[in-house]
T-cell receptor, first 116, second 113 residues
Framework: DAGVIQSPRHEVTEMGQEVTLRCKPI?????LFWYRQTMMRGLELLIY????????DSGMPEDRFSAKMPNASFSTLKIQPSEPRDSAVYFC??????????????FGPGTRLTVL | GDSVTQMEGPVTLSEEAFLTINCTYT??????LFWYVQYPGEGLQLLLK?????DKGSNKGFEATYRKETTSFHLEKGSVQVSDSAVYFC????????????FGAGTRLAVHP
C-alpha cells in the first residue's frame, strides 16, 4: 500500500487566493482526519470524517476553511481566501475505526503551505 | 477538559544515553494512551500504545507504562541512537468522550554522536 497520499507537497500562494489541499486515504480505512501543525500552536485537529460524513469540525478555524469527502478515497481541504496566518503544514491521516476502539492513525507526508 | 502535558524540549542527549520523556494526562474517563513519533520532514507515526492501567507498550527499544495512579505514560529508552532524533508526541483517546486523539505539544529529542 502506498500509504496516505497528499498533494501538493508544497504550496506557495498569495494572500486572498484560494488553496485546495488533497488527500487520498489508505484503501479500506473509514476515518479521515485533517490536522494543522505550526510552531506556535503545535498539532491541531481541524476536522474528521467517519464513513465520509463529517463528525467533528469544531477545530476548523473559521468560515474560510471547508472540507469535503465526496467518497471513501478522496478528501479536500479548501481555504478561501487564504491569509498569511494560514501558513502551516497540513496533515491528512486515516484509520480503520471500530466502535469503542482507537486504532492507529496513519499520517500522510503533509502539505507545507506558505501564504505570502 | 481532557488534556496531555509533556515535558518541554528540546532534550539533548549523547548516543547511548538513557532517555525519559515525561507525559501526564487529565481525563474524566479511562483513556487509551499513545506515543507518536515525527521524524524530520515526515508525518507522525505510531510508536507504541497502552489501552488499560499497568499495560506496557513497547517498540524499537522504547517503552511506556500506563500508570493510572499517577496519570502518567512516560516514554523511556535505555540507549538512544542518533536515528532516534525526532519529535515525540504523547496522546490520549477514549470512546466515551470526543472520539478523537488529543495530542500533547510534542518534545523534540536531539541525539549527538
Amino acid at each position: 500500500d502506498a500509504g496516505v497520499i497528499q498533494s501538493p507537497r508544497h504550496e506557495v500562494t498569495e494572500m486572498g487566493q484560494e488553496v485546495t489541499l488533497r488527500c487520498k486515504p489508505i484503501s479500506g480505512h473509514n476515518s479521515l482526519f485533517w490536522y494543522r501543525q505550526t510552531m506556535m500552536r503545535g498539532l491541531e485537529l481541524l476536522i474528521y470524517f467517519n464513513n465520509n460524513v463529517p463528525i467533528d469540525d469544531s477545530g476548523m478555524p473559521e468560515d474560510r476553511f471547508s472540507a469535503k469527502m465526496p467518497n471513501a478515497s478522496f478528501s479536500t481541504l479548501k481555504i478561501q481566501p487564504s491569509e498569511p496566518r494560514d501558513s502551516a503544514v497540513y496533515f491528512c491521516a486515516s484509520s480503520f475505526r471500530v466502535a469503542g476502539e482507537e486504532n492507529e492513525q496513519f499520517f500522510g507526508p503533509g502539505t507545507r503551505l506558505t501564504v505570502l | 477538559g481532557d488534556s496531555v502535558t509533556q515535558m518541554e524540549g528540546p532534550v539533548t542527549l549523547s548516543e547511548e544515553a538513557f532517555l525519559t520523556i515525561n507525559c501526564t494526562y487529565t481525563a474524566t474517563g479511562y483513556p487509551s494512551l499513545f506515543w507518536y513519533v515525527q521524524y524530520p520532514g515526515e508525518g507522525l507515526q505510531l510508536l507504541l500504545k497502552a489501552t488499560k492501567a499497568d499495560d506496557k507498550g513497547s517498540n524499537k527499544g522504547f517503552e511506556a507504562t500506563y500508570r493510572k495512579e499517577t496519570t502518567s505514560f512516560h516514554l523511556e529508552k535505555g540507549s538512544v541512537q542518533v536515528s532516534d532524533s525526532a519529535v515525540y508526541f504523547c496522546a490520549l483517546w477514549f470512546s466515551g468522550g470526543y472520539n478523537k486523539l488529543i495530542f500533547g505539544a510534542g518534545t523534540r529529542l536531539a541525539v549527538h554522536p
